[in-house]
């Protein structure tokens, strides 16, 4: 916060240069004879009843507007002083913006009178300085919303503007320099039901500063310098955001009432202990990522001193744990999550996460254990019966417990990347031996009918063996990054009609003996860094609209499979591999008149001369490859050449005779 604190000093000391400069701007307007031409702004917008005129250099509102407009736009000009002069604005107004001007003087009782303006955004103006001179806006009439946000203001400032504001209902004081909230801040709205504080500094909250808003539903206290809160009691607040703050803790008076809040934003604390929630809570959406948590149990209080606790929380719905410290979650914590659809826990340091009781977590659809230290992961029978999107990457499973994924009926997104995995061979392929003790040390991804996408990259795998995929009809396949890789000829047997994705960058692959064409829905592939010397074929017409064999070792393409890619391929990656510019002939003029999209085409050479730097394939021509290595035609070439040469000799031997013989001519003419 101290940076934070800085930048609001450097702003502070940027706002009183304005002020000067605004002042002195003041004067000298000011004291222009009177009978100067008035400076016509440029036509305000109307549309039916609402007249935009910002951004127009005014410093009053115009005089000719439309009878009976409801929304008035005056943000973006020079307006100063808000008096009923400057702003001789009709009582029908029900929305007015004066954002972005340079206010620094607003006469008291203005709005008063305004029977309909419910609407007033004063943001971004210089409000510090009026309530500098101590007077107050008034009452502030039937106005409903009020914005009053990046005005400079400081604690106690806000009495000018709220002291008689009985029918305001939303408030943002976004933006300022607040420190504290006192116990009267709010004591003149007590309407209140939507307050933003975000981005302030606060540091402290006085005892009961918003129990006086019986109404307030919503509160904003995020990006501020909060340390602690150790009574919550706003048992009608719904939602509460205190992210960004420098909060150790959070918790809830004891209390057995009922409490209202639904969302909870803690996130982007230093909290150790698992929040302490009202007891009888609706909590959907709770935020503790980026913290400090240990472990999932709260600090509670009793007569005879502290104890841990785990809570109940029979509405959550979203839970987001990311980011934190912790090694273990004991199942038990989410027993009373029967609502829960998304789990996030990824960034911890968890080592094992077992779900094995009855029907637990049965309504999550989404859960995040990415980036933790898992070697150990098992769901019982009839447990995560909802589950849509597991995240898995980037951590230890060398296995998992079979049935993991085939036990999980909606199972559509699984992220296995940056593990230590082996895949199973197919059922079929182990029919002879134990099925249970064949699938140790090996992880079955066949017979998940719903899976759609699977990523793999980054496992150490060793083998792709045949039917992995059996009964999985996947749309996606990632196995990229897993160098030496050996992929089985039926590998992807039982893939034909589903995949449309399929991933094999950086395998270390030099052949890829799988007949891809006959997988027929197939789109996306890519090959790209590998040892490809020889393009994998195409038994048929293929349905490949990208295809990506960059940096490969490829020499000469064969122009058939070429030819089979041709009909569906819009997309072709070729970059960085030594083509031979004479072998490839038939395909570079292929290149040269097709429509397929080369995006790195800069990228794409081949080799014409040994020694020889590699040409652009663009630049490559028939005759390049038809001449020069014949001697006998070069003899020919030579002799023409000669020939010419004496034919250029003899020219220039008549030219200088012709020369000077009319050079004589002339001369003897003159004389
Ligand atoms: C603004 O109003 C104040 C108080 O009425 C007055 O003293 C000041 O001269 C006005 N400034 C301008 C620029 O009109
Ligand atoms: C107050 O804020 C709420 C929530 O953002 C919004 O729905 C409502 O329209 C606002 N009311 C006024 C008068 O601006
Ligand atoms: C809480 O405030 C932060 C910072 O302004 C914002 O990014 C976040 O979306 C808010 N949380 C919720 C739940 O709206
Ligand atoms: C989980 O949280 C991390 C970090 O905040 C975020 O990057 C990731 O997208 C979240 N996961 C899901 C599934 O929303």
């Known amino acids: 916060m101290k940076l934070s604190d800085s930048q609001r000093k450097v702003s502070n000391i940027m706002a009183g240069f304005h002020l000067l400069f605004t002042v002195v701007l003041g004067h000298v307007l000011g004291s222009l004879p009177a009978?100067?031409?008035?400076?016509?702004?440029?036509?305000?917008?109307?549309?039916?009843?609402?007249?935009?005129?910002?951004?127009?250099?005014?410093?009053?509102?115009?005089?000719?507007?439309?009878?009976?407009i409801?929304?008035?736009?005056?943000?973006?000009n020079i307006f100063q002083n808000l008096t009923r002069e400057t702003l001789a604005i009709q009582?029908?107004?029900?929305?007015?913006?004066?954002?972005?001007?340079?206010?620094?003087?607003?006469?008291?009782?203005?709005?008063?009178?305004?029977?309909?303006?419910?609407?007033?955004?004063?943001?971004?103006?210089?409000?510090?300085?009026?309530?500098?001179?101590?007077?107050?806006?008034?009452?502030?009439?039937?106005v409903e919303s009020l914005d009053l946000s990046g005005n400079g203001l400081h604690t106690g400032m806000t009495k000018y503007f709220l002291r008689d504001s009985s029918s305001l209902v939303n408030l943002s004081l976004n933006s300022n320099s607040l420190t504290k909230i006192a116990k009267d801040t709010f004591t003149g709205s007590p309407s209140l039901r939507k307050v933003s504080l975000h981005n302030n500094v606060i540091l402290e909250i006085e005892d009961g500063a918003f129990n006086v808003l019986f109404r307030l539903t919503e509160l904003d206290l995020s990006k501020n310098s909060i340390t602690c809160i150790t009574d919550f009691d706003l048992s009608q607040l719904q939602i509460l955001n205190l992210s960004k703050n420098s909060l150790e803790a959070f918790q809830t008076v004891y209390s057995d009432s009922d409490y209202e809040l639904v969302s909870l934003d803690l996130s982007q604390n230093k909290i150790h202990y698992f929040p302490l929630v009202p007891r009888r809570n609706k909590l959907a959406y709770l935020d503790v990522s980026r913290n400090q948590l240990q472990g999932v149990k709260s600090l509670a209080h009793n007569e005879s001193g502290q104890y841990l606790m785990h809570q109940d929380f029979p509405s959550l719905n979203y839970l987001d744990l990311s980011y934190n410290q912790m090694k273990t979650i004991p199942q038990s914590f989410f027993n009373s999550m029967v609502q829960l659809e998304h789990l996030n826990i990824s960034n911890n340091c968890i080592g094992s996460f077992l779900v094995e009781e009855e029907n637990g977590l049965n309504n999550l659809k989404v859960l995040d254990l990415s980036y933790n230290s898992l070697r150990d992961m098992s769901f019982?029978?009839?447990?995560?019966?909802?589950?849509?999107?597991?995240?898995?990457q980037g951590n230890l499973l060398t296995t998992i417990e079979p049935h993991t994924f085939q036990g999980r009926p909606r199972l559509k997104y699984l992220l296995l990347q940056q593990n230590n995995l082996h895949i199973c061979?197919?059922?079929?392929?182990?029919?002879?031996?134990?099925?249970?003790?064949?699938?140790?040390?090996?992880?079955?991804?066949?017979?998940?009918?719903?899976?759609?996408?699977?990523?793999?990259?980054?496992?150490h795998l060793k083998v792709l063996p045949n039917n992995a995929f059996e009964d999985t009809p996947l749309t996606l396949l990632d196995l990229s990054l897993n160098p030496g890789l050996v992929v089985g000829l039926n590998a992807f047997s039982g893939l034909e009609d589903s995949l449309v994705h399929l991933l094999l960058r950086e395998n270390h692959?030099?052949?890829?003996?799988?007949?891809?064409?006959?997988?027929?829905?197939?789109?996306?592939?890519?090959?790209?860094?590998?040892?490809?010397?020889?393009?994998?074929?195409?038994?048929?017409?293929s349905s490949i609209e990208s295809l990506n064999?960059?940096?490969?070792?490829?020499?000469?393409?064969?122009?058939?499979?070429?030819?089979?890619?041709?009909?569906?391929?819009?997309?072709?990656?070729?970059?960085?591999?030594?083509?031979?510019?004479?072998?490839?002939?038939?395909?570079?003029?292929?290149?040269?008149?097709?429509?397929?999209?080369?995006?790195?085409?800069?990228?794409v050479t081949c080799v014409h001369k040994q020694d020889s730097e590699p040409i652009n394939i663009l630049r490559v021509t028939e005759e390049m490859c038809h001449s020069l290595d014949n001697s006998s035609r070069s003899l020919t070439i030579l002799a023409i050449l000669g020939a010419a040469l004496a034919l250029v000799v003899a020219l220039g031997f008549l030219a200088k005779v012709c020369y000077n013989r009319r050079h004589t001519n002339s001369s003897t003419f003159n004389a």
Not at 380 to 392: I, S
Not at 453 to 459: A, T, V
Not at 523 to 541: A, G, H, I
């Open 91 to 142: 009582p029908t107004i029900h929305h007015l913006n004066l954002r972005s001007n340079k206010i620094l003087f607003i006469e008291r009782g203005l709005f008063k009178g305004m029977k309909h303006l419910k609407f007033l955004d004063l943001s971004k103006n210089s409000l510090d300085v009026f309530a500098m001179s101590k007077s107050s806006i008034g009452k502030l009439g039937a």
């Open 35 to 68: 009978t100067s031409p008035p400076h016509l702004p440029s036509p305000c917008l109307v549309d039916d009843m609402e007249v935009f005129c910002d951004g127009r250099n005014l410093r009053s509102a115009p005089a000719d507007l439309p009878l009976g």
């Open 509 to 541: 692959i030099s052949r890829l003996d799988v007949d891809l064409s006959s997988l027929n829905h197939l789109k996306l592939v890519d090959l790209s860094t590998n040892r490809l010397s020889t393009l994998p074929s195409w038994n048929k017409e």
């Open 380 to 392: 019982g029978k009839n447990t995560l019966l909802a589950l849509e999107e597991l995240f898995l």
């Open 425 to 459: 061979p197919s059922n079929a392929e182990s029919s002879f031996s134990n099925n249970h003790k064949h699938h140790q040390g090996c992880v079955a991804f066949s017979s998940i009918p719903t899976l759609q996408h699977l990523y793999l990259s980054e496992n």
């Open 549 to 603: 064999l960059g940096n490969n070792h490829l020499v000469t393409l064969e122009y058939n499979t070429l030819v089979a890619l041709g009909s569906s391929l819009k997309t072709l990656y070729m970059g960085s591999n030594p083509l031979s510019c004479c072998s490839n002939l038939r395909f570079f003029q292929l290149m040269q008149h097709s429509t397929v999209d080369v995006p790195d085409i800069a990228t």
């Open 70 to 76: 409801q929304k008035l736009d005056l943000s973006r």
